[in-house]
């Protein structure tokens, strides 16, 4: 029987990150999983590193945008009806939690540990020869509606507060930024330390490298063979049982299947999204990733051409892709940007996992001692990955964690 000091189940950008973070603090570590590095949600993401984070997404406060997403007729949202029942609970308590001063109280909690996601990204690119991946160009979000924009006022005094550059433009502002936008919006807000990677798929494997070089183990296993065996936790895995005192659950929109074996329940939704790749038509160029956001989809540059990202879709984890939201935006993306032919064959679908008040779980799982949870990374596991890393990785070795992890933890859905 093989032995490790902990074993990681999941190696997408979470688990990976925290693999590594174990590593550099001398444990021996298992990263497992039943696919390769970084091949699910952590694939296809838009890439960004939003450090510049005030608010969470908030579900629909005006009438227009819901009956727009009732009639499925909105690119920041889809469903599937026969799914509603079952997410309606879900989608309640996500309501709840986007009452304007819930959200606020979200914003201060959540800030520090946002503060640090870029400099904790660098550091790792750094030790992984890794930088050529990311792009210090900050992000634009692109208003066409006058009241989205003024809706924004809130967003810009705690911004102010929390010490975040923005900078208000307009649409010439936001040409001199991006030269090939069309004239399609009146406003625009730059956030300049926000960062992206161009490829987030090669930042995962680049730290799974690093780890390896540390003496990390990958090894092939599928997560719901868990179980008790004795003082240890044991792992079937493709090349034999594997014991370790510490477990860390990193099984991204997958995490429910394996903690539902152990009774544990947590309100726990995915909100899947999609992407395609385009070329630029002629000269087009894109410096930064765009968020369109009163249509509701998001382009970047990536090293397999201009990346569009779709908003989320409400629908069982494991239902077959229903791509819809590309043919609701695509006329008003190709009049903002120059989109030209697809640059791939595919649509690629991932999962965003996500609980309802947008903050992942990181910490002890309640009632099973030595597993620890990072899950639950919504919008932001490429964001947050190394934070996340380094927090659980101290945590599990007894120093004192470099944020307050009280807001992260299970608990808050058992009282
Ligand atoms: C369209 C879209 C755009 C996004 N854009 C951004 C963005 O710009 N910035 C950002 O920060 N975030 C973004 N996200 C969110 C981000 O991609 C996710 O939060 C993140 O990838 C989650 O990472 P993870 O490691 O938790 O999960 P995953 O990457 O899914 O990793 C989980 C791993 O667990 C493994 N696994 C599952 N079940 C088992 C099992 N039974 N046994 C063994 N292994 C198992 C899987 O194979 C997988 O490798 C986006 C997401 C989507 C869908």
């Known amino acids: 029987m093989a032995r490790t000091d902990a074993i990681v189940l999941g190696a997408g950008t979470v688990g990976t990150c925290a693999a590594l973070h174990l590593a550099k603090r001398g444990l021996s570590v298992a990263l497992v999983d039943r696919a390769g590095v970084g091949e699910q949600t952590s694939f296809g993401n838009a890439g960004i590193i939003e ?35 079952k997410i309606a609970p879900w989608l309640l308590a996500f309501r709840a939690a986007s009452q304007p001063k819930r959200l606020v109280e979200t914003a201060h909690l959540i800030r520090p540990l946002f503060a640090s996601a870029v400099r ?35 967003e810009f005094e705690l911004a102010a507060e929390f010490g975040l550059p923005l900078q ?23 956030w300049p330390q926000a960062a992206s990677v161009s490829n987030p798929y090669g930042v995962t494997r680049a730290y799974a490298a690093s780890f390896r070089a540390l003496g990390g183990v990958m090894v092939a296993g599928d997560a719901r063979s868990l179980h008790r065996s004795g003082q240890y936790w044991r792992l079937e895995t493709d090349e034999g049982g594997l014991d370790a005192p ?20 947590l309100p726990f939704a995915v909100k899947r999204g999609y992407h395609r790749h385009f070329r630029g038509d002629g000269n087009a160029a894109l410096s930064r990733p765009l968020l369109d956001a009163d249509v509701g989809y998001v382009i970047t540059p990536t090293e397999m051409g201009i990346r569009m990202t779709t908003g989320v879709e409400f629908a069982a984890r494991d239902a077959a892709p229903t791509p819809v939201q590309f043919d609701r935006v695509m006329g008003q993306a190709r ?20 609980f309802p008040d947008s903050r992942p779980v990181i910490g002890r799982a309640p009632g099973l001692n030595g597993i620890w949870l990072a899950i639950g990374h919504a919008h932001w596991g ?10 659980i990785a101290a945590m599990m070795v007894g120093e004192a964690p470099f944020v307050d992890p009280a807001p992260y933890r299970a608990e808050r859905f058992l009282s």
């Open 246 to 265: 510490q477990v860390v659950v990193a099984l991204g929109p997958w995490a429910g299947d394996l903690l539902a074996n152990f009774g544990l329940r």
């Open 51 to 85: 450090g510049n984070t005030v608010f969470p997404p908030a579900f629909p406060s005006d009438f227009g945008a819901l009956l727009r997403i009732a009639l499925k007729r909105a690119g920041e949202a889809n469903y599937h009806l026969s799914f509603l029942p």
């Open 120 to 154: 904790e990204h660098e550091a790792l690119l750094a030790e992984s020869g890794a930088t050529h991946f990311l792009r210090k160009t900050g992000w634009l979000k692109l208003f066409r509606r006058e009241r989205t924009f003024a809706g924004l006022r809130r």
């Open 382 to 391: 490429l964001t947050l990955g190394p934070a996340t890393g380094r927090m």
């Open 168 to 190: 208000a433009l307009d649409l010439g502002g936001a040409q001199a930024l991006e030269p090939s936008l069309g004239p399609v919006f009146k406003h625009a807000v730059f």
């Open 335 to 354: 009049a903002l940007f120059p989109l030209g032919a697809r640059a791939d064959q595919t649509t690629w679908m991932g999962c965003r996992p996500c």
